[in-house]
């Protein structure tokens, strides 16, 4: 079946650093989402990228989609103890009927 | 509600024991999904209802699971027989329907299966 794989899997950053992880499909996606899941709790929806090429930015975060709509990135600037979490994309399965989770990063913020 | 509710936070059952998870979802919202988590894992998807309908029950891990919605709102998930590789967190979701927009979570059920 259709998987969005994610990379790097894990991330151990120092406060300050900067954090990218990479989300791909083997199939064109008709849209993409990004949530955070912080230790303990459950997925918060951040945004969801629509369009070939769009770029959004949430103050540190900045989200990607790629021309293709096959790939996707999510980047923070100057990255904070409260950046710590798993970072997960999301798209629909080709059937629609399914809505599948990437495999996440898991980021940690050395302070 | 304001949130997507699920019942009960914590369940510890014995193995051969059904269980039903309870989700509740914001008011509203037409879609409605189960995902199953397990520790230090991702998202596995289970199924996901439009209204009342699952188009795609194939993410169901086993016929010991199902699933059912009434009404449009409240759904809930049963596990029959439970075995110890049911144990996990399982978390519903709720979106106002389409594939747009984000989707909000509950804070899950954690299932322990002794």
């Known amino acids: 079946g259709q998987q969005v794989m994610q990379i790097p899997q894990y991330q151990h950053v120092q406060e300050g650093e900067d954090f990218t992880t990479y989300c791909n499909s083997s199939?064109?996606?008709?849209?993409i989402q990004w949530y955070k899941q912080r230790p303990g709790g459950h997925p918060v929806f951040l945004i969801q990228l629509v369009k070939s090429g769009e770029v959004k930015k949430q103050k540190r975060l900045t989200f990607q989609f790629g021309e293709a709509k096959k790939n996707s990135s999510l980047h923070i600037t100057a990255t904070q103890t409260t950046d710590v979490g798993t970072y997960f994309c999301?798209?629909?399965?080709?059937?629609?009927?399914?809505?599948?989770f990437g495999t996440g990063t898991s980021l940690t913020v050395i302070p | 509600g304001a949130g997507v509710s699920q019942s009960p936070s914590n369940k510890v059952t014995e193995k051969g024991k059904d269980v039903e998870l309870r989700c509740d979802p914001i008011s509203g919202h037409t879609a409605l999904y189960w995902y199953r988590q397990s520790l230090g894992q991702g998202l596995e998807f289970l199924i996901y209802?439009?209204?009342?309908?699952?188009?795609?029950k194939s993410g169901l891990p086993s016929d010991r699971f199902s699933a059912e919605r009434t009404g449009g709102s409240v759904s809930t998930l049963t596990i029959q027989r439970t075995q110890q590789e049911d144990s996990a967190v399982y978390l519903c979701a709720s979106s106002s329907g389409g594939r747009g927009g984000g989707y909000t979570f509950g804070s899950g059920t954690r299932l322990t299966v002794v």
């Open positions: 199939t064109t996606l008709s849209n």
């Open positions: 999301a798209a629909w399965s080709n059937t629609g009927n399914q809505f599948y």
């Open positions: 209802f439009q209204g009342n309908s699952a188009p795609d």
